[in-house]
């Protein structure tokens, strides 16, 4: 099983603090002889007499020297998890996590922008100091 990023734990409780319970820490899915681990799965009731909504969350902390390279290793995860949630458990939605600061400096760019529109990434954005989600965006 692959190692928790760092601000795993931030983003779980800023889950948490929003009334998403935890149901998979990690979700992992199986497709023919591929095992896929989601950082977390995560549902929360609608209304009473409603199905909830079902969310799996990819945490990413792009720490690393390089933003560009760190999205594409993010982006390379999330096109075949998205994929494998379609056929495993497609009333989940895929939710890539990403920190505010980096959201602001490296997602805002137009360029990267037009890549998360045309590859339809859906964005948690949050802040790993107050373990607050700061938006959402489908």
Known sequence: MPAKDLF???VRHALE???WVITHDPLHLRI???DFYIDLGAERLIAAERA??????EVKSFLGASAISEFYKALGQFIPYRAALAEKDPERVLFLAVPADTYSTFFEQRFIQTI???ECVRLLVYDEKREVIKVWIP
């Open 17 to 19: 603090k929003e009334g």
């Open 116 to 118: 998360i529109e045309r």
């Open 32 to 34: 023919q002889s591929l």
């Open 8 to 10: 795993h734990d931030a």
């Open 52 to 57: 909830g909504e079902k969310i799996a969350v």
